[in-house]
């Protein structure tokens, strides 16, 4: 498959077994990532590897987080969670270490961030891997941040669940790129997604 074939065949999943990559495959991706427009060169992307035994004490750590957020969590809402997150082959910890005291503004320091990720699954998928990103509210949490090592003014991405793919995946549905594309004529733009 040549690269614009990957490009266009990567959707997200969480349907995930073993394996996950390997730490050379896994390096690989990391270095992909690094590719990614960095203004600067402030260096902001941190990925902590989350396998084996070490995936339940994250669980409880990200359940721990969400009844912070919100001591009335639904039971099934925790129990989905700890599932998660224990049970993906890989997770990646996404960081960002970032220099609010910096001429480069943090939300570029953020989209440096956000590239790298973007890098980083095309890459995973290049290799025959899924993977998907995820958020929520436990990645908006200073003290599960500071927990795992990205105390503020460093934040949480996310987190990347990583492994094989169950079954071969299909193509979501994605608008006709010609609907977010729009010559520029001097006035304010028009795109044809906007107008429904």
């Known amino acids: 498959m040549n690269a614009m074939d990957q490009l266009l065949s ?3 999943t969480d349907r995930l077994h073993e394996p996950a990559p390997t730490a050379a495959q896994l390096e690989q991706c990391v270095a992909a990532a690094l590719r990614a427009p960095d203004h600067g060169y402030l260096r902001p992307w ?3 590897v989350v396998t084996g035994e070490a995936r339940a004490q994250l669980a409880e750590r990200v359940v721990a987080s969400l009844l912070r957020v919100d001591p009335a969590a639904p039971q099934a809402a925790q129990d989905k969670r700890r599932q998660r997150f224990s049970t993906m082959p ?10 609010p005291d ?13 590239a790298g990720v973007m890098n980083l699954l095309n890459a995973l998928h290049a290799q025959g891997f899924g993977a998907i990103w995820v958020s929520g509210p436990p990645a ?3 003290v599960l941040a500071a927990e795992l090592g990205f105390a503020a003014p460093d934040r949480l991405a996310g987190f990347v ?11 979501h549905p994605r608008p006709d790129a010609t609907s977010v594309m729009a010559d520029w ?3 304010p733009l028009s795109f044809a997604a906007d107008r429904g």
């Open 10 to 12: 990567r959707v997200s």
């Open 46 to 48: 941190r990925y902590g």
């Open 90 to 99: 890989m997770t990646l910890v996404l960081g960002m270490r970032l220099r």
């Open 102 to 114: 910096h001429k480069i503004p943090v939300w570029e320091q953020e989209m440096t961030v956000a």
């Open 140 to 142: 908006q949490d200073p």
């Open 161 to 171: 669940f990583v492994g094989t793919p169950e079954t071969p995946l299909p193509a």
């Open 185 to 187: 004529q001097g006035g």
